[in-house]
């Protein structure tokens, strides 16, 4: 339990809030690549941080990102269109580039361009997304997350507005408990309501028995600070019911506002960026990696795909037989902003209790005028590993070795496991499974 005034200032991300200057000094994912597919394509509208921007990709190719609303008499250069130059304003053709200079105004005087400009903003494009720097100058480096730049893989972009504030889904990365339930016996309720029990987890592999074993036997949760974040995990003890004797790592939690699943590298890992787009919403974004390993070669691609997974159905119920669709579900059910001063955390909350003494850590740094965690002022080819990267995968007898990832369900998609995830819905499932395919038939050469 927190109180009333720490919970504001965990959850509220305008401009001149503690979290809001912190969030500023960090690259934000804006919009994917393909939604500005090509030079003079139609501009995207987008809001973060209680802001709202419009991006888009001149004649050259040149991205920019603008405050959205044009000088002249404020209407929405999301309706604008691109040309030369930059975006142009439907309502009197004002013309601006992509530093925010106004370079043209029909029917004014021809003395001269005003002085004014729209605040424009550094952006960067890495991996399939746009990114964007809304904090003071000089901007950071956009650093190489591995998942972002890890050569020989698949990738898509499963992105969903999420109607609550982004520490709800957060702090979900840091309740590594929540997955015994919520993909278990919730997962198995839905499939018996839907009558497809047998029909989806008749195998043991599916990820419902999985999850359900992994509330047995709880000994302890641990959390501890990494470089880059937070790892935390699971202790298990056979004398209490547990399969195994032991330790069993979670996702790695990213500062701060993404968690990694999976392992670098691996036949499915991801990034889940939480991005605040005002108190009370989160563009949740899936960023979805398939690795090949090495002799094994991953289908090139010129334009990683991005796609929406639907969180209800046709009647407008909850749709609750993949895993996404069932985080959401209960990110929603706290409500827009959960009143943390109400709750009652247990054991199972270490990790959570961190994530929030981190955040409390790190704005306490900017409010001091210094960087946080994970702002890079220095250019650096390398990657950077947020999370794990498995060794099996580096040397040539890979295939001798267990294959890199915590459920194994995620490297059967090619078996219908990708039914579990919302990468169902991808475009690219279809060169996912024929990977996965050729894996396992590397596997049994």
């Known amino acids: 339990m927190i109180s009333a005034a720490e919970n504001e200032i965990l959850t509220r991300v305008g401009a001149g809030t503690p979290m809001g200057r912190m969030m500023r000094r960090y690259w934000h994912p804006v919009c994917t690549s393909e939604q500005l597919p090509a030079p003079d394509c139609a501009p995207v509208r987008t809001r973060v941080l209680g802001e709202n921007y419009v991006a888009f990709r001149d004649t050259s190719g040149t991205v920019g990102v603008l405050d959205e609303y044009c000088l002249h008499r404020r209407a929405s250069l999301a309706l604008g269109r691109v040309e030369e130059g930059g975006i142009r304003c439907l309502y009197h053709g004002w013309l601006y580039d992509e530093t925010g200079a106004c370079i043209d105004r ?76 919520t993909p278990g016996p919730l997962f198995k309720y839905a499939l018996e309501r839907q009558g497809r029990l047998q029909e989806r987890a008749s195998d043991s592999e599916h990820t419902l028995h999985k999850r359900i074993q992994m509330g047995l036997g709880i000994k302890d949760v641990t959390a501890e600070p990494s470089q880059y974040g937070f790892e935390k995990g699971i202790v298990y003890s056979k004398a209490l019911g547990a399969n195994v004797e032991g330790y069993r790592k979670h996702s790695a939690v990213i500062f701060p506002f993404t968690t990694q699943t999976g392992s670098a590298g691996s036949p499915r890992s991801d990034y889940q ?49 993949y895993v996404l669709a069932q985080d959401a579900l209960v990110w929603r059910a706290q409500g827009p902003i959960v009143d943390r001063t109400q709750e009652i955390l247990g054991r199972t909350d270490i990790p959570i209790v961190l994530l929030r003494r981190q955040l409390d850590e790190e704005i306490a740094k900017v409010e001091r005028g210094l960087d946080p965690m994970n702002v890079f002022r220095a250019e650096s080819a390398d990657m950077l590993h947020g999370g794990e990267v498995h060794e099996s995968w580096k040397p040539r007898e890979w295939k001798e070795g267990e294959l890199p990832i915590a459920q194994s369900y995620r490297r059967s998609y090619h078996k219908g496991f990708s039914m579990d995830d919302g990468d169902r819905y991808g475009p690219v499932i279809g060169l996912v499974q024929e990977l996965h395919r050729r894996i396992e038939q590397a596997t049994r050469a």
């Open 273 to 321: 960026f939480r991005v605040p787009i005002d108190d009370t919403h989160t563009l949740h974004i899936a960023y979805q990696v398939y690795a090949g390993p090495p002799g094994i070669e991953a289908p090139a691609q010129d334009v990683v795909p991005w796609y929406e997974a639907p969180l209800f159905d046709e009647k407008g119920e909850p749709i609750l037989d």
């Open 106 to 181: 029909p029917m004014e005087s021809a003395k001269g361009n005003i002085k004014q400009k729209l605040k424009a903003y550094p952006v960067r494009e890495m991996g399939g997304l746009v990114f964007a720097y809304m904090g003071p100058q000089p901007a950071p480096v956009l650093p190489r997350w591995d998942l972002l730049v890890w050569p020989n893989a698949i990738r898509q972009i499963c992105m969903n507005v999420i109607d609550c504030n982004w520490l709800q889904c957060q702090e979900n990365t840091g309740d590594p408990a929540h997955s015994a339930y």
